[in-house]
């Protein structure tokens, strides 16, 4: 039995690129999210930073369609948010590593 291609249509592809760049998280996890491969998805990544989608549809973006290069305010808020979090357990993996860098340090006596 032969196995049949799926098919997305353009919006379905530029919200997985626009939920990819927006969300912070690894292309691995939001292709799994989706549903699809990672490779599938980093084809339209790339395929929307240069201005159309590949495939059989062949058709461009429209201008109320672009993703916009300025996130919302809402959006803004949530990277800063995150962000914060990010720096914050950086900061206390830089402490751990600075005690353990100590107790390794120490000669033995």
């Known amino acids: 039995m032969p196995k049949t291609r799926r098919e997305f249509s ?3 592809k530029q919200e997985a690129v626009a939920l990819l760049e ?5 292309l691995m ?28 549809l ?3 973006r429209s201008p109320a ?7 919302s305010p809402a959006d803004q808020a949530a990277q800063i ?9 950086t900061r206390m993996e830089r402490d751990v590593l600075k ?3 100590g107790i390794f340090a120490e000669v033995p006596k």
């Open 99 to 101: 005690k353990a860098i």
């Open 58 to 60: 062949g058709r461009s």
């Open 10 to 12: 353009p919006e379905f």
């Open 29 to 56: 996890q939001v292709a799994t999210e989706v549903g699809i491969s990672p490779s599938m998805l980093r084809n339209w990544r790339a395929a929307v930073r240069g201005g159309s989608f590949p495939g059989k």
């Open 81 to 89: 948010t995150r962000l914060k979090r990010e720096l914050d357990r």
């Open 65 to 71: 369609a672009t993703i916009s290069p300025m996130p």
């Open 22 to 26: 927006s969300s912070g998280r690894p």
